[in-house]
């Protein structure tokens, strides 16, 4: 399965993103109440300046309390990103997530970001593909 297959199957909600500058407290209340696990940094939607994770805020919280939450998602967001395009396969993202362990790959098209997918919408579509392999297989198997 490819990544263009994940897009079309989650809909078309949109990337959450968030500008420079927002605070730390702002970002978090959007993870909150959209219940979703990242935001992607960008300047106008499109570009991907960094993305800050549920996990970036945790630890930060960790490190430095409550204080961390008046700073701005620059200072916390991940800014080296991995990204994907539409034509990579489920097994090439999955593999890459795995070993920068890391959920969240926004989908690139040139420099414009067309989409972003999770470590879930990339394991429900493996799954799927299994799934209808077995099917075929037993198929095969009892002559159907």
Do not use: W, Y
Not at 19 to 38: C, F, H, Y
Request: overall charge neutral; glycine content about 10%; aromatic content about 2%.
């Amino acid at each position: 399965m490819l990544v263009q297959q994940i897009l079309k199957s989650k809909g078309d909600d949109g990337v959450v993103t968030v500008p420079p500058g927002t605070s730390v407290s702002k970002a978090a209340e959007l993870l909150s109440s959209r219940r979703i696990g990242a935001v992607i940094v960008s300047p106008d939607g499109k570009r991907v300046s960094g993305i800050l994770s549920e996990r970036d805020i945790v630890r930060e919280l960790g490190k430095r309390g409550v204080p961390c939450l008046s700073d701005t998602v620059d200072s916390l967001m991940t800014a080296k990103i991995v990204s994907c395009t539409r034509n990579e396969s489920t097994d090439e993202v999955l593999g890459r997530m795995t070993e920068g362990r890391f959920r969240h790959m926004p989908v690139m098209e040139g420099d414009q970001m067309v989409g972003l997918i999770s470590i879930g919408d990339v394991v429900k579509a493996r799954l799927m593909e299994l799934s209808a392999e077995k099917e075929a297989l037993e198929g095969m198997i009892k002559g159907f």
